[in-house]
């Protein structure tokens, strides 16, 4: 990623540095000096900030987590050192070449040198070394550098206006893929009902990646956010050239139309990815084969109850680079996916900050990123959460078509060597310390809180949230989506076997608003 909007702070410090040198070299005499060393001074200063302006563009600076101020200091001391290198040199050559030169002359300018160095050193520093070793080298800022953070375009110009809600079928995304046009288009077989499985192919590059949703056939937010991607590509084809995205937008088309996870045989098809014994994983296996993908990004909705690490804040969007063996190590396949999730990450924490969970990496070889990382393909889960008051999931909907995009972009824009995976580790892992509503008992304390979640059901082509008691125990290290006291509905202390025939789920509190 490039430094580039921070440039101008850059120049700015260069021209006070300037200043302040000579101001300083004038101070200590520099007037009486041969003329002649003052060319080989200032050759030092031009050469010091060519060379660091050069690495301070290249280097890739966002990557580095606990040790950023330190390595930004250490960083401009190296530059200090290497002027005082240049400087030296070029008065040692002056020097040789000039036999008239006073030597106490080519003493006292290395002896200015030095003083001018470490002067206007400091100011660098300061000025530079700590701003970019610390405003700009936290996760935080380097995400406003991202891709998506520098789009000219708002969401809603590609957002697609007819995909909404928690309700999608193959029937819903039919019309939308006869507007776009494809590069390929390839029938890959048939669901158990007899369904039609494709795989599209957006793009041209080089690099590969293979993306599939709605796996379950009730996780639809990844496919709604997949055609604002493809939207997005469509209006702006010269910004993704080096890619190609090769993607099945539902690959349970059953399950998406009963609103069911499973597929049409009741099984789960992200634990048949070794097995293979349903047409669905056939299909998927099958186009993997036929990509041959540098990357993969397998597209999924999680539950409610997530929270992002021991905290308050639900999971709104969660990742994983799967594990490749029993023993979750990490090799160079994880590392690649690790990286491209430390970039998303960097960029979903200027937009929903400590919102961002890690899942479990536990190793199942059923399990499809497992299954494709263990094949040697990067491989990176994708999961939508919850967003405060968001039940249809638009606004989660938003930041993984957002963190599709900058993945993409970076896959994109750089070589990823799985060299800069450290930050993926900064995500906490996720936590099940939600419920969508939670009564607080105010009465005993702790006893007898309530842990209120909703069954998703399908009536009339639209998904209801009907509210069913989930737990009735201390639940005091727990939270809810939201919030309400025993007394609210009680007048007195209740029993567990009372609160469980009593409280009426009809209340209009309990509904969805």
């Given amino acids: 990623m490039s430094l580039k909007p921070a440039t101008k702070y850059i120049f700015i410090a260069i021209f006070l540095e300037f200043y302040f040198a000579f101001l300083t070299l004038f101070a200590f005499g520099i007037r009486s000096l041969d003329n002649q060393l003052i060319l080989p001074i200032f050759i030092a200063i031009v050469t010091t900030y060519w060379v660091g302006y050069q690495l301070g563009e290249k280097f890739p600076w966002e990557r580095y987590d606990s040790i950023r101020i330190l390595f930004g200091i250490v960083f401009q001391f190296l530059l200090l050192l290497t002027m005082l290198l240049a400087g030296w040199l070029c008065l040692v050559i002056v020097s040789v070449f000039d036999r008239t030169l006073d030597t106490n002359d080519v003493l006292t300018a290395i002896l200015l040198l030095i003083i001018v160095t470490f002067i206007f050193g400091g100011i660098q520093t300061f000025v530079i070394g700590l701003w970019l070793g610390y405003k700009l080298n936290t996760i935080e800022k380097i995400g406003e550098l991202t891709f998506v953070n520098n789009l000219q375009m708002e969401y809603t110009n590609y957002k697609e206006p007819k995909l909404f809600g928690r309700y999608i079928t193959s029937s819903m995304i039919k019309p939308l893929l006869e507007k776009h046009t494809f590069e390929n288009k390839i029938l890959l077989g048939k669901s158990v009902q007899g369904n039609s499985i494709s795989l599209y192919q957006k793009g041209n590059g080089r690099t590969k990646i293979l993306i599939w949703s709605q796996m379950h056939g009730n996780e639809s937010t990844t496919t709604k956010a997949l055609f604002d991607v493809l939207n997005y590509m469509t209006q702006n084809p010269s910004e993704l050239e080096n890619i190609s995205m090769f993607f099945i937008p539902i690959l349970n088309p059953d399950g ?94 200027t937009k929903i900050p400590n919102q961002v969970g890690r899942f479990d990496d ?152």
């Avoid at 349903?278 to 990004?297: H, T």
């Avoid at 202390?493 to 509190?509: A, T």
């Fill in 256 to 349: 998406a139309e009963v609103y069911n996870r499973m597929n049409a045989n009741e099984i789960d098809l992200n634990r048949d990815a070794y097995d293979l014994s349903q047409p669905e994983s056939q299909c998927l296996r099958k186009a993997y084969k036929l990509v041959q993908p540098d990357f993969c990004f397998n597209l999924h909705d999680q539950r409610t109850i997530f929270s992002a690490g021991k905290t308050q804040n639900p999971a709104t969007v969660s990742f994983l680079a799967p594990s490749y063996n029993g023993a979750r190590e990490i090799n160079h396949t994880r590392k690649k996916a690790m990286e491209i999730i430390g970039v998303m990450n960097a960029m979903l924490q």
């Fill in 362 to 513: 536990s190793f199942n070889l059923n399990c499809t990123g497992d299954m494709y990382t263990s094949l040697g393909t990067p491989t990176i889960l994708f999961e939508s959460g919850h967003y405060q008051n968001d039940y249809a999931r638009e606004e989660t909907r938003k930041y993984i078509s957002l963190s599709i995009l900058e993945a993409l972009a970076y896959i994109n824009q750089n070589e990823v060597t799985g060299k800069y995976y450290k930050p993926y580790f900064t995500i906490p892992e996720n936590d099940k310390l939600f419920f969508d509503i939670l009564i607080r008992d105010d009465f005993y304390g702790d006893n007898n809180h309530i842990g209120i979640l909703f069954k998703e059901t399908l009536k009339n082509n639209e998904i209801h949230f009907e509210p069913y008691i989930a737990m009735i125990e201390d639940l005091s290290n727990h939270y809810g989506h939201q919030e309400r006291k025993l007394s609210d509905f009680f007048t007195k202390p209740v029993s567990k076997k009372d609160i469980e025939k009593e409280l009426n789920l009809r209340d209009f509190g309990f509904k969805i608003a």
